[in-house]
């Protein structure tokens, strides 16, 4: 079965450095998110995009996150200069369409866990 | 404001039992709503989904949850309880983005199931 496959599975920066958190969507999807989860509390939606552009930003998503589809099979989310309550697990997700509802699924990986220290 | 409601941190329930997950919604218009689970070092996996149609939505694994639009409720349920049902069991709605679409989430619930 397909799945979004999300690495590192951990990582552990120094505050102020920047990471780049990769995601690989399934491959016939056009929809793709990132949503993160601090440690007890909910999950947030942080952005989505469709057709290259972001399609609709959290107000957590300042300008030190960015979004890039490199090329035809990674999503990468990279934070800039982290903080350290930017420690997380970050969510990735896919969905094929926005069209019939059967295909109107966010489909997650198993999340990056960011520790900055 | 849209937001989502899992008011039990923690269920607890022995195999072969019934077992209930509250969630409950705020939203405009209608709501699409979801359950996922996850169990350690995984992914957030579908359940099921509510969109329109019957009020008892069936899914993956024996799942099934009920609409109730008058109480704005979507409780997650399953009639015989396994041990390796025990996960966190997360809903959401689904809610405009843009020209997108986004997920407002529960808290979660930890399900234990007991053997």
Known sequence: EPEVT???????????QEVILRCVPISNHLYFYWYRQIL?????????FY?????EKSEI????????????SN?????????LEDSAMYFCASSETLGPVAKNIQYFGAG?????? | AQSVAQPEDQVNVAEGNPLTVKCTYSVSGNP?????????NRGLQFLLKYITGDNLVKGSYGFEAEFNKS?????????????????????AVRVRAGNNRKLIWGLGTSLAVNP
């Not at chain 1, 998503?61 to 035809?72: A, L, M, T």
């Not at chain 2, 704005?72 to 396994?82: D, E, G, I, Q």
Request: proline share 5%; net charge positive.
């Open chain 1, 6 to 16: 999300q690495t590192p599975s951990h990582q552990v920066t120094q505050m102020g």
């Open chain 2, 71 to 91: 109480q704005t409720s979507f409780h997650l349920k399953k009639p015989s309880a396994l041990v390796s049902d025990s996960a966190l069991y997360f809903c």
């Open chain 1, 40 to 48: 007890g509390q909910k999950v947030e939606f942080l952005v989505s």
């Open chain 1, 112 to 117: 990056t866990r960011l520790s900055v220290l």
């Open chain 1, 51 to 55: 057709n290259n552009e972001i399609s």
């Open chain 1, 75 to 83: 999503f990468t989310l990279k934070i800039r200069s982290t903080k």
């Open chain 2, 32 to 40: 699409y709503l979801f359950w996922y689970v996850q169990y350690p």
């Open chain 1, 61 to 72: 998503f300042d300008d030190q996150f960015s979004v890039e589809r490199p090329d035809g």
